[in-house]
C-alpha cells in the first residue's frame, strides 16, 4: 500500500508541474478530477494505456522501441499532446529501481518481455506489408493480423498467421464482433478444398 500512495503522489505531482500549462477549459483541472475518478482508477487506467500502447506498437510494426521509464508507467508529457516525456533523461540522469518495481508488481517489464518473446516466435510480427486489418463492429476495438509463409521443421512452407483484437478504451470492458477476412488469413483456400471433397464425398454417397 505504502508503494502504491508512493505512485499515486509521482503522479499527482507531476500533473501539478504542468498544471499552469494546461488550458482549464480544455482540460480538467486536478481537483475536479479526483472528484470524479478515484486516484486508485487514475493509476489503473495509466497501466492500462501503456499496456495497450506496447502491445499495439509492438506488433503492428516490425520495429519498436520505448522510452526508459515507461515500464514504470511515466507518461507524464513536457507540454500537452507532446510525445517528448516531463522529467526525461535528455535533460538530466533519472536513475530508477526497475528490479525493486518488478518485485513489487509496480513494473511492466514481465509484460514487454513477453511481447519481444511473441515476437521473436512468429515471424509475421518481423514484417510491415503483411498488415491487414480486419472491420469490427466498435469503435473502439481494432483487429488486424499479419501472415507469412515460411519453412516448417518439416521444410515444406506454412502460413504463420498472427491475430491481434484490441481494446482501446482503458476504463472499461467493450464488447465487440470483428469479420475476419478469410482470404487475407489464408484460410479461404482450405475451405474451398474442403468444400470441394465434401462435395465429391456427397456424390460418391448418392452412388453407393
Avoid: C
Avoid at 500500500?1 to 508541474?17: F, G, H, P, Q, Y
Avoid at 506489408?129 to 493480423?145: C, G, K, M
Amino acid at each position: 500500500m505504502a508503494e502504491t500512495t508512493e505512485r499515486a503522489s509521482d503522479i499527482v505531482e507531476a500533473w501539478l508541474k504542468q498544471e499552469d500549462a494546461i488550458d482549464p477549459t480544455k482540460a480538467p483541472r486536478l481537483q475536479e478530477l479526483l472528484e470524479r475518478v478515484p486516484l486508485q482508477e487514475l493509476i489503473a487506467v495509466v497501466e492500462r494505456q501503456n499496456a495497450i500502447r506496447a502491445a499495439l506498437a509492438s506488433t503492428l510494426s516490425p520495429l519498436w522501441g520505448v522510452y526508459s521509464g515507461f515500464e514504470l508507467y511515466e507518461h507524464t508529457p513536457v507540454a500537452p499532446g507532446s510525445e517528448e516525456y516531463l522529467d526525461s533523461e535528455k535533460y538530466q540522469l533519472r536513475p530508477r529501481d526497475f528490479a525493486g518495481a518488478e518485485e513489487r508488481g509496480d513494473s511492466l517489464a514481465p509484460y514487454i518481455t513477453l511481447l519481444n518473446q511473441i515476437r521473436r516466435d512468429h515471424p509475421a510480427l518481423q514484417q510491415l506489408r503483411n498488415l491487414h486489418f480486419h472491420p469490427t463492429d466498435h469503435h473502439e476495438v481494432i483487429a488486424f493480423s499479419k501472415r507469412r509463409v515460411v519453412t516448417g521443421p518439416d521444410g515444406d512452407p506454412t502460413d504463420d498467421v498472427v491475430l491481434v483484437v484490441a481494446n482501446l478504451n482503458p476504463h472499461t470492458t467493450v464488447e465487440a464482433t470483428v469479420h475476419w477476412d478469410l482470404g487475407a488469413l489464408g484460410l479461404l483456400q482450405h475451405l474451398l478444398k474442403l468444400l470441394v471433397v465434401f462435395i465429391i464425398w456427397i456424390s460418391r454417397s448418392e452412388l453407393w
